[in-house]
Structure formats: structure tokens, C-alpha cells
């Protein structure tokens, strides 16, 4: 599975060689390719030489990691400790039938998705941070579902929906995933606890890694300059 590759075996390595373009570009890139937002060319790692007190120092060349946001840090190990916690800790349910019972690891699509819900958010601010704050904070307001987020107010902003946006950067199993996530998510908080079932949770897990890449590349499509 993807996260036995991860750097330390910590789900926070999805953001493992990402880093930020710099100061006039917002986009999302690695460190030896061309920028997907701006378009600048690989970013220079050569160390410099520079004099301190009087005496020559090599500096090695740092960049600012692409997460830095709390929930960046705070998300990704809260869904890896629901995966990794026993199923057993939950039979509580177990006298349901398996038809009428949500998943034991329903929680980790539950935060999943208001990890995602904080980065559609992150999206439309960054690619609006144009216009004047005081609209975008209300237009915000106005369309602060995140349905709405991802049709309406996405269609104002873009012209398109996020699931089309996902599909047109070669993302479909990834939007139809999450259309699906969306639907049981909304049935779970509506008296279906049992949408959110075991075969959700592990297509969420196999295919996160994936998701984590099409919102980038999504994200970078939309804060071009």
C-alpha cells in the first residue's frame, strides 16, 4: 500500500517533497520540476558561500514545506490512528445486522472529509486572494456549505465543478470517489450511518495518496497568477 513508502511510516509524508513555489507564486510543486502554477523552471538546491563575522559559511539551500497549515499537520495523523486502531474496539456494534451498521473505521471517512472540506476552502481563497477580502470572506458566507462550495459558488469562480475540474486534469476515479464519500457522508448525517460501510472506508484508504495529488493538481490549475 502507498503509506508503506512514506517517509517514517507517517501518513503526514503525503506532503513528503512538496514544497511552496515562493513568494509571488502560491502554487504546490516538487523541488526538481518546473512549477505546475507559475511554470518556473526546477528550483536551485546548489549550497552558497556567504560571510558571517567575517568568515565564509556554506549555507544549504532550504525551502518552505508545501503543508504549513495546523490542519495539514493534525488531519493526516488522525486518519492514520483510525486506520490503525483494532476494529476490535468497536464491537459494540456487533449485534447489528452487517447491512444495518456503519463501518468500525467509519470516523476516518468523517474526518477525512472535513479535511478535505478545509482544503476546498484553501482552493477558493487562494485563487480568489484578488479580490477585495471583505467580498471573498462574504461570498465565502453566502456558499459555506461545502456542496455549494463545490458546484455553485465553484461555477461562479471557474466556470465548472470541482469533479469536472478533477476530471479534466485526468482525476475520474478520484471524482467519482469522492461524489460517492459525499453522498454516504450525507446519508450518514442523516440517519444512515450504515452509507459509511467497510467497502468506502478501504476505497478512501487505497486512494488517498491519489486524492492528496488530485487536489494539488487541481489547486495549481486554478492559483495561476
Request: net charge negative.
Amino acid at each position: 500500500m502507498w503509506y508503506d513508502e512514506l517517509q517514517g511510516n507517517s501518513w503526514m509524508g503525503l506532503w513528503s517533497g512538496y514544497v511552496r513555489c515562493g513568494a509571488d507564486c502560491h502554487g504546490i510543486r516538487k523541488i526538481a520540476v518546473p512549477c505546475p502554477a507559475c511554470g518556473a523552471g526546477p528550483l536551485d538546491t546548489s549550497p552558497q558561500t556567504v560571510v558571517i563575522d567575517g568568515r565564509e559559511m556554506i549555507i544549504h539551500a532550504a525551502f518552505m514545506g508545501a503543508e504549513g497549515r495546523y490542519e495539514d499537520y493534525i488531519y493526516p495523523q488522525m486518519l492514520q490512528r483510525e486506520w490503525e486502531r483494532p476494529a476490535a474496539e468497536f464491537e459494540g456494534l456487533s449485534h447489528f445486522p452487517e447491512e444495518n451498521r456503519p463501518s468500525a473505521r467509519a470516523a476516518l471517512v468523517l474526518l477525512f472529509w472535513s479535511y478535505f472540506e478545509t482544503r476546498i476552502e484553501r482552493l477558493h481563497r487562494t485563487a480568489m486572494r484578488h479580490l477585495p477580502q471583505r467580498v471573498l470572506d462574504d461570498t465565502l458566507r453566502r456558499y459555506s456549505g461545502i456542496g455549494p462550495r463545490l458546484h455553485e459558488l465553484y461555477r461562479i469562480f471557474f466556470g465548472t465543478n470541482y469533479f469536472d475540474d478533477l476530471r479534466a486534469c485526468g482525476f475520474s476515479s478520484i471524482a467519482d470517489l469522492l461524489k460517492d464519500i459525499h453522498q454516504r457522508r450525507n446519508e450518514f448525517s442523516h440517519g444512515g450511518p450504515q452509507a459509511i460501510n467497510d467497502a468506502t472506508v478501504k476505497a478512501l484508504v487505497e486512494n488517498l495518496q491519489a486524492e492528496h495529488e488530485a487536489w494539488i493538481a487541481v489547486y495549481n490549475s486554478r492559483v495561476r497568477a
